[in-house]
């Protein structure tokens, strides 16, 4: 078990909403999430289920129109000062990792970010201890600036490096990325570059500052499949060498598989399964969650045609009463009409939101073929 020194990140009933001319959009409500050290969650869901509006709230980069109506996101960092720093910063350099027991407890600092003030959080979070990973580079990158500068640009802002060390340090996160001759690359321009070597600095410059949580949204849409497998190898690998913890923002369930420890299933703004990558893949619960598991192309399958989630994700602009995925549910039942289920405990790692779970509730299973699927997946991974 994890001790609470473990815990990075704690999302509590996390509500935000969006002011239109057409009304509030409720793009998130409720969303619970725990994030421990070294460890990789996965949220995935529909576009506009709320996913990357929840690690933007977790940023402090929400829009200007969107507005946390309730709930807690706390960050537990390290928090040192002169001498103490600088021997972190040693110890880092030496094993990539800070152990919590070389740490007295007044330098663990926990603050609640929906209660920082911008200037607070753009100093002291924002790039620093909680940095972020786009899914298109070149909206990411500046391309009136060498690679060079944008990767220093954070360690000169953060901690007034000097700027030769920061020019050594860039040319060594551009080795840690895997690109070759970085002494060249620290001159160049973005456009001189392929689209995979542009995800390669968008990475190193979110490392720059040695954040503790890395978040990736979507972070190899853009990119051809070869590629896509060497950035997610390269994120692990780069996480196991500094002991970060990561949040993947992704719709593929592939990517989910390759990377995650735990998944968090979003739909229309709330959690509705959160579990082991295991728990979530070979014993699903929610029927939503069948469904996104039944829509991954399946190359053993003797069908011709992808199977589709029927209807489509309620309008957020609207009043939602009941159960959100109920007018798409084939297994709804009457009180998903009126009133919204609670996250029901399948075991200490599983948990879905679905009247289905509850003891009174019949008992209805997958399909046939997501059933015969799954089996032939945990046999291939050898899990009983």
Known sequence: MKNKRDLVLKIRDLDISFKTDNGDVKAVRGVDLNLHRGETIAIVGESGS??????????????????????????????????????????????????????????????????????????????????????????????TMTIGKQIMEAMLFHYNTPKEEAWKKAVELLELVGITNPEKRMKNYPHQLSGGMRQRIVIAIALSC??????????????????????????????????????????????????????????????????????????????????????????????????????????LLHNIQGDAFAPRNRHALK????????????????????WLMAPQAPSVEMAPSLKKRIERMKKEANIE
């Open 210 to 315: 040695d954040p503790e949580v890395l978040i990736c949204d979507e972070p190899t849409t853009a990119l051809d499949v070869t590629i896509q497998a060497k950035i997610l190898e390269l994120i692990k690998d780069i996480q196991k060498k500094k002991d970060l913890s990561v949040i993947y923002i992704t719709h593929d369930l592939g990517v989910v598989a390759k990377v995650a420890d735990f998944v968090n299933v979003m739909y229309a703004g709330r959690i509705i399964e959160s579990g082991t990558v295991n728990d979530i893949f070979y014993d699903p619960k929610h029927p939503y969650t069948w469904g996104l598991l039944a829509s991954m192309p399946d190359v053993d399958s003797t069908s011709d045609e992808l199977y589709t989630i029927p209807g489509t994700p309620p309008n």
């Open 50 to 143: 709320g996913k990357s509006v929840t690690t933007k709230a977790i940023m402090g980069i929400l829009a200007s129109n969107g507005k946390i109506n309730n709930g807690t996101i706390e960050f537990t960092h390290y928090d040192l000062h002169g001498d103490r720093l600088k021997e972190a910063q040693e110890i880092y350099r030496e094993n990539g990792t800070i152990h919590s027991d070389w740490l007295h407890p007044d330098e663990i600092k926990t603050v609640d970010i929906t209660k920082m003030n911008k200037k607070y959080l753009q100093k002291e979070i924002r790039g620093r201890r909680i940095a972020m990973v786009f899914q298109d580079p070149m909206t990411s990158l500046d391309p």
């Open 335 to 354: 009180i998903d009409q009126k009133i919204a289920p609670p996250m029901f405990k399948i075991s200490d790692t599983h948990k879905v939101a679905s």
